[in-house]
T-cell receptor, first 113, second 113 residues
């Protein structure tokens, strides 16, 4: 079954610094990949998705991710973070052969002033 | 108008009680889901309905029973509540069965005491 691994449970950064949140997926077959963000006390919101085509995917709020098939990765990046980016970030993949979206364990991004 | 709305937002109840959580979406989506998020932020799918038909039923105690009176509503009824049921329950919807760009509700925080 396909799955994703988020390598960092917590990432603290200073405001205006760049950030990378790491996600690796388990299968080398064609995959769809997603990043969701959960702000405190809210539901999840889709940040971006990779379905096919260009490996560099741009999302909302200045985030982007790069699909790397050889490294089975889909890392999320932002060149300059804001305090308001403090949130939990989830990588997700549809489980092969089923219709359910499986989430990683999340990375808590904390942006400090 | 909230796209996916859940009620109540908070629910505190005693062990052994029966409670329901309601979910409604006004997006015209065909597919709806219930996810459970535990205290470590881990998200796990519980159920999925497509056009009122149950399509995913994970290994969930049969004390949990979803009901979809129409494709815009998916309610979750829980019998004989236990301490371990304490979690945040999220409803989500998507345009169709294999469309993974979910829209999430803001969650229901269930506390069983």
């Amino acid at each position: 079954a396909q799955s994703v691994t988020q390598l960092d449970s917590q990432v603290p950064v200073f405001e205006e610094a760049p950030v990378e949140l790491r996600c690796n997926y388990s299968s080398s077959v064609s995959v769809y990949l997603f990043w969701y963000v959960q702000y405190p006390n809210q539901g999840l919101q889709l940040l971006l998705k990779y379905l096919s085509g260009s490996t560099l995917v741009k999302g909302i709020n200045g985030f982007e991710a790069e699909f790397n098939k050889s490294q089975t990765s889909f890392h999320l990046r932002k060149p300059s973070v804001h305090i308001s980016d403090t949130a939990e970030y989830f990588c997700a993949v549809p489980q092969g052969g089923s219709e359910k979206l499986v989430f990683g364990k999340g990375t808590k991004l904390t942006v400090n002033p | 108008d909230t796209a996916v709305s859940q009620t109540p937002k908070y629910l505190v109840t005693q062990m052994g009680n029966d409670k329901s959580i309601k979910c409604e979406q006004n997006l015209g989506h065909d597919t709806m889901y219930w996810y459970k998020q535990d205290s470590k932020k881990f998200l796990k799918i519980m159920f999925s309905y497509n056009n009122k038909e149950l399509i995913i039923n994970e290994t969930v105690p049969n004390r949990f029973s979803p009901k979809s009176p129409d494709k815009a509503h998916l309610n979750l009824h829980i019998n004989s509540l236990e301490l371990g049921d304490s979690a945040v329950y999220f409803c989500a919807s998507s345009p169709s069965r294999n469309s993974y760009g979910y829209t999430f509700g803001s969650g229901t925080r269930l506390t069983v005491v």
